[in-house]
């Protein structure tokens, strides 16, 4: 967002220019604040809008790679990450989108991955799939015509839960999600996933199982209150206001829908 030029991709690729790689940015700004591109490799398209989810469904519009890695303006890749992201397309030509692993700066596993990889893929797991894990085969997504809910997202009314969203598209459209056990990139270790308070992110889980699991999104409301709890991420205390705030969530979810 509000960028004027393309040096904030020079750390992204420690070990070569990033003009040896096709690039494409959507830069979410304001007239005065726009991007030039100095390269034939690097595209850029300057909007004067907000909405993550809107930013990446614009990319995938306007990109004409046959894979297409999702990244964020903070991370940093791995030297061999494009030798992985092929091999493991190659062996999997068919997968729709391939998820790999994510380090911290300090070079350890940025959560808990599967040892190896991974094909019949449970419902936790595709909940827990982050967008600069995923590497997507465009011709595949372009033919179901999957795109990111442009409700959920940072910008939206709902700000977390579109890659879950997402990836659920491919799942009940029976296509094949990978999780390879090969790191692409580095990362920072707070998101704003883990920056959201209390409230706002039990809201956004009542929209999102909703839009998930319809009827059932109160059992998966309750699943994710466990599960933090034995995470010691939120107190006993607090299980009532959590519950309140994904009613509120599933209610403006369906109201806008």
């Known amino acids: 967002m509000n960028r004027n030029s393309t040096d904030f991709l020079i750390p992204m690729f420690p070990f070569t220019h ?4 096709n690039i494409l940015i959507v830069n979410q700004t304001t ?7 100095n390269y034939i490799t690097v595209k850029i398209i300057n909007v004067f809008e907000k909405g993550l989810s809107k930013s990446r469904n614009l990319a995938l519009d306007n990109v004409d790679s046959k894979l297409c890695v999702i990244v964020d303006d903070d991370v940093e890749f791995k030297e061999d990450f494009e030798k992985n992201i092929l091999n493991t397309f190659n062996a999997e030509p068919d997968a729709a989108l391939i998820s790999f692993r994510v380090e911290t700066k300090l070079g350890k596993l940025y959560k808990k991955y599967p040892e190896h990889r991974k094909i019949d893929l449970k419902a936790t797991d595709r909940l827990n799939i ?18 990111f809910n442009e409700m959920f997202g940072l910008g939206a009314k709902f700000e977390m839960g579109e890659e879950a969203i997402f990836i659920d598209r491919l799942y009940k459209n029976k296509l094949k999600i990978v999780m390879e056990p090969k790191v692409i990139v580095t990362h920072e270790n707070d998101t704003t ?18 839009a998930l699991y319809a009827g059932n999104y109160l059992l998966w409301v309750f699943l994710k209150i466990l599960f933090e709890l034995k995470q010691h991420k939120i107190k006993i205390n607090q299980v009532h206001k959590a519950i309140r705030a994904a009613i509120d969530g599933r209610k403006d979810f369906l109201n806008i829908k």
């Open 130 to 147: 982050m967008s600069i894990e995923m590497v997507l085969n465009k011709p595949v997504i372009d033919k179901y015509n999957i795109r």
């Open 18 to 21: 990033y003009s040896d790689f």
């Open 193 to 210: 996933h883990t920056k959201i308070d209390l409230s706002n992110k039990y809201y956004v889980q009542g929209a999102l199982f909703t």
């Open 31 to 37: 007239p005065d604040n726009i991007i030039i591109s």
